[in-house]
């Protein structure tokens, strides 16, 4: 079946370091890959999104591109904000039949202290 | 539009006691998706609706939890009787017909003592 692995946290940075938050993923077929942010007391709302093979997602100052040859969707912004602060999850969505939702990886929390 | 609405937003109870969560889609989504978050699991994907009609309910952990679309813009996912390893916090998304993005609500926060 779908999997998402992403690295464990809290992530904790300094203002203006750079960012990067590994995904990897387990799929059968051709996935659409994405990048959600949770701030605190919120829903989740959608960052970054790829499609296909070579893709480059980008939203806010995230980029994601999408790996196909390493199943990998690595999260990256070159220069963090206090108010980047919250959890970040990494999903795929299958390209097969029925697989309609969505599946998420643990999720990251990431800190930036000032 | 208000986005996808959940209620209550913190719900305490007892255990042994009936749940039940409430979602409003956003006016025009037809797909509707029940997330439960924990720190040991993540995100699981409970059950999904297209159409009002239930497509997957293989993460429903058990016959104690159920769920309903009685029509096109409301849910309702119902725990009876409530345990407390069902503290988590809930969520619910919707989706209009084009696929890819989903609109999350700010969630439901359930701790059962």
């Known amino acids: 079946g779908n999997s998402v692995t992403q690295m464990e946290g809290p992530v904790t940075l300094s203002e203006e370091a750079f960012l990067t938050i590994n995904c990897t993923y387990t799929a059968t077929g051709y996935p659409s890959l994405f990048w959600y942010v949770q701030y605190p007391g919120e829903g989740l709302q959608l960052l970054l999104k790829?499609?296909?093979?070579?893709d480059k997602g980008s939203n806010k100052g995230f980029e994601a591109t999408y790996r196909k040859e390493t199943t990998s969707f690595h999260l990256e912004k070159g220069s963090v904000q206090v108010s980047d602060s919250a959890v970040y999850f990494c999903a795929l969505r299958g390209s097969g039949g029925g697989a309609d939702g969505l599946t998420f990886g643990k999720g990251t929390h990431l800190i930036i202290q000032p | 539009d208000a986005g996808v609405i959940q209620s209550p937003r913190h719900e305490v109870t007892e255990m042994g006691q009936e749940v039940t969560l409430r979602c409003k889609l956003i006016?025009?989504?037809?797909?509707l998706f029940w997330y439960r978050q924990t720190m040991m699991r993540g995100l699981e994907l409970l059950i999904y609706?297209?159409?009002?009609?239930?497509?997957?309910d293989s993460g429903m952990p058990e016959d104690r939890f159920s769920a309903k679309m009685p029509n096109a813009s409301f849910s309702t996912l119902k725990i009876q009787p409530s345990e407390p390893r069902d503290s988590a916090v809930y969520f619910c998304a919707s989706r209009p017909g084009r696929p890819e993005k989903l609109f999350f609500g700010s969630g439901t926060q359930l701790s059962v003592l």
């Open positions: 790829a499609t296909k093979a070579d």
């Open positions: 609706f297209n159409n009002n009609v239930p497509i997957d």
């Open positions: 006016s025009g989504h037809n797909s």
